[in-house]
Each structure stands twice: as structure tokens, then as C-alpha cells.
């Protein structure tokens, strides 16, 4: 399982959540990124920090803020057996509106992966 799949678990009670993309429908989506992360050391540690990004779009401004609140509490400080420490790195940010006037968020996060639980 990826970290992206073990994200979307957490995300489990938010519908449509899609991974590295999301359809021109429904309106109301959330995307589950993988933006890389930083390298692990040499030591043979299993641990990966590695980086993420939940976009937002929604047909309403205010609802699709509150929702990336809720995703926000949903992931920041919380971790599963695999994902040890996820942490919020941005906050909200607010892309716009795309070219069908649905507004647009993005947040950003850092977490601990273990793909190997021994």
C-alpha cells in the first residue's frame, strides 16, 4: 500500500477522494498528491519523510474552506501504523477559480512513512 492509499484511509469518511488527479466531475473533489519528499539517509532506515498535497475544489467558497478544515483535522497530528507523524505545512491556500468558476485549495503536509512494518 502507498502513502497516498494509507492518506485516502484517513480520508475515509470525506466522498470522492482521488489519487494524483481528479475528473472534470463532480464539482466537489479532493485530490491526494504525492510531491515527493525529502531522502532517506543511508543507515538503512526504513523511515520516509516524505510530502503531500490535498487539493480542494468545490462549487461553493465557504464549503469547500470548511472542508479543508476538516480534511486539516482529519490528517494534521495524526498517524496510522505506517504513516508515524503527518504534519500541515501551509495552511489553506487558495488557488483561484478554474475555468468552470469552481474555486480551488490546496494544502500541504509532511509525514513519517513506513512502507516495511515489521
Same mark, same amino acid.
Given at each position: 500500500?502507498?502513502?497516498t492509499t494509507e492518506v485516502r484511509g484517513l480520508l475515509s469518511? /470525506?466522498?470522492?477522494v482521488y489519487i494524483g488527479s481528479y475528473p472534470p466531475s463532480p464539482d466537489n473533489v479532493v485530490a491526494i498528491y504525492n510531491t515527493g519528499g525529502y531522502p532517506r539517509d543511508l *543507515?538503512? $532506515? +526504513?523511515?520516509e519523510e516524505l510530502t503531500f498535497q490535498i487539493r480542494v475544489r468545490n462549487s461553493s467558497y465557504q464549503t469547500g474552506e470548511t472542508l479543508c $478544515?476538516? /480534511?486539516n483535522g482529519l490528517l494534521h497530528g495524526n498517524s496510522t @501504523?505506517?504513516?508515524?507523524? /503527518?504534519e500541515n505545512q501551509s495552511g489553506i491556500l487558495d488557488l483561484g477559480r478554474d475555468d468552470n468558476? !469552481?474555486? @480551488?485549495? *490546496?494544502? $500541504? +503536509? !509532511?509525514? +513519517?512513512y513506513r512502507e516495511n512494518v515489521v
Amino acid at each position: 500500500m502507498s502513502m497516498t492509499t494509507e492518506v485516502r484511509g484517513l480520508l475515509s469518511t /470525506i466522498s470522492s477522494v482521488y489519487i494524483g488527479s481528479y475528473p472534470p466531475s463532480p464539482d466537489n473533489v479532493v485530490a491526494i498528491y504525492n510531491t515527493g519528499g525529502y531522502p532517506r539517509d543511508l *543507515t538503512g $532506515n +526504513y523511515v520516509e519523510e516524505l510530502t503531500f498535497q490535498i487539493r480542494v475544489r468545490n462549487s461553493s467558497y465557504q464549503t469547500g474552506e470548511t472542508l479543508c $478544515n476538516t /480534511i486539516n483535522g482529519l490528517l494534521h497530528g495524526n498517524s496510522t @501504523e505506517k504513516l508515524l507523524m /503527518i504534519e500541515n505545512q501551509s495552511g489553506i491556500l487558495d488557488l483561484g477559480r478554474d475555468d468552470n468558476d !469552481r474555486p @480551488e485549495f *490546496t494544502m $500541504n +503536509y !509532511r509525514c +513519517y512513512y513506513r512502507e516495511n512494518v515489521v
